[in-house]
């Protein structure tokens, strides 16, 4: 069992930064991949970036250039930079955990741009 806590989530202005955090209560060396994802209301769940155990990285086309994944082991934790934050990134992220063929999700943190 994988539990996963989002934090950093906010208001912002478009153009400004947030930084979201990701704890696992468990090794990330454990964990096959590690995502997040975010649902906007009205939209489909949509991938935004992964980070697998070997530490490659993929991004969504939409943040591609603005948002940078990574990981610190030492603190179990995942973490999502977001700069040049756009209204269209408004949405609910939540983060996934793939772990022994079981996926696991954290409850989200919201992240709300406004023009």
């Known amino acids: 069992q994988v539990q996963l806590v989002e934090s950093g989530g906010g208001s912002v202005q478009a153009g400004g930064s947030l930084s979201l955090s990701c704890v696992a209560s468990v090794s990330i060396f454990s964990i096959n991949n590690m995502r997040w994802y975010r649902h906007a209301p009205g939209m489909q769940r949509e991938l935004v970036a992964s980070?697998?155990?070997?530490?490659?990285?993929d991004y969504a086309d939409a943040v591609k250039g603005r948002f940078t994944i990574s990981r610190d082991s030492a603190k179990n934790t995942v973490y999502l930079q977001m700069n040049t934050l756009k209204p269209e990134d408004t949405a609910r992220y939540y983060c996934y955990a793939d772990s022994n063929g079981s996926d696991y999700w954290g409850q989200g943190t919201q992240v709300t741009v406004s023009s």
């Open positions: 980070i697998r155990s070997g530490g490659s990285t």
